[in-house]
């Protein structure tokens, strides 16, 4: 079954507001099983707007629309999707006390406009929005399903998670679960090739790829007539992803993030660490405390950024900095090893690099960047190009320092299990 989402509101247009609406909905509508094939974003036009839902009637079987539905005269939508769908406007009495409360409840003035929020589509069923004043309406005929949700986004996103999410798995959609699949240390263009049989033979379930920071998503959807059907159907598949990328899945949680899945291997090991960074300036320290649970492992954070403070904190000699400069191999090696001596850690994880857009030379471009990770006295660096402005490549540099993170301590045990065999 396919959805449509559209957007209205000419601020969006201009960029005024950052549309996250679109970007919350596509994936709810993806976990639900729904295939997202169009998005549109529409200014508060009523000639437009009509045009923008008749075509979206055409070809999709469910259609949702944020915003538009407030107390102002270029609040359009749910009287442009009335017409379209043939319906006339009645007071709903339900929602004009509802109003009333709000106002009355907040010492707040209702003035006549604000009714205009209470009228709704007629045989259109009505949902109640618990943070605002403006209801959503699901209106059905013909096969189709036209849902209007208020644009601001406390409202819309419990609205559509307590009403809208319900309504769409008890229709005639059946069933529908999903399991995610979490890797990292595999590019999305390897990891498609690993599982493209896989792909190519897919009916039910279905294996949906996604590309984050670093990460890939492989998220696996089944639909069922109940819940334990569809399970059944997706767990043969979640193993056969384990089975081939292996220490490449961190989590087959959808809710565990990388830094929570490194942050459980340290509990689970009984791993201290420390941090130390230059280039991204405490930014993997505040992801790793993030985690709930951190204080448990994590000692100490230091942020050098100068070669001085290289130098001093962490001992790394200032012939080595001024040979191989501060962005090298033996330098983020150096600093690693440093910061495992004077926190005591088990593991200890150092960045530097370049992140721009100054500060490069056709020797050591912006974008260099040196990982190194120390556990329990082994030591491994590696080095990375990374693209992008300056935010994108501390970001990367950060998510790839978990990775190595991970990748080591794994190593680790692996090679103590080995000796002691």
Known sequence: MTVELISV???????????????????????LGLSCFYQ????????????VLKTALERSDIVILSGGLGPTEDDLTKEVSAKVMGRELSMHEPSKKRIEEYFSSRNLELTENNWKQAMVPEGAIV???????APGVIMEGEGKKVILLPGPPNEMIPMFEKQIMPYLSGSDLGMIYSQTVKICGVGESKAETMIKDMIDSQTNPTIATYAKNCEVHLRVTAKAKDEKEAKKLVKPVVKELKNRFGPYVYTTNADITLEKAVVDLLVANKLTVSTVESCTGGMLAARLINVPGISEVYKSGYITYSNKAKRKILGVKKGLLE???????????????????????????????IAGPGGGTEEKPVGLVYIACNVCGKTKVRKFNFRGNRAKIRETTVSSALILMRQCILEYYSEVAFDRR
């Not at 969006?12 to 709810?28: C, F, M, Q, R």
């Not at 508060?44 to 009509?50: I, K, P, T, V």
């Not at 949902?127 to 004043?133: K, P, Q, Y």
């Open 40 to 51: 549109s974003v529409v200014g508060d036009n009523e000639e437009r707007l009509s045009g």
């Open 9 to 31: 509101g000419t601020e969006l247009l201009l960029g005024n507001i950052v549309n996250t609406n679109a970007a919350y909905l596509s994936e709810k509508c993806a976990d």
């Open 127 to 133: 949902l109640d929005n618990e943070n605002g004043t």
């Open 323 to 353: 040979k191989k400069g501060a962005v090298s191999e033996e330098v983020a090696k150096e600093m690693a090893k440093g910061a495992a001596v004077i926190s005591k850690a088990e593991v200890a994880v150092s960045v530097t690099g």
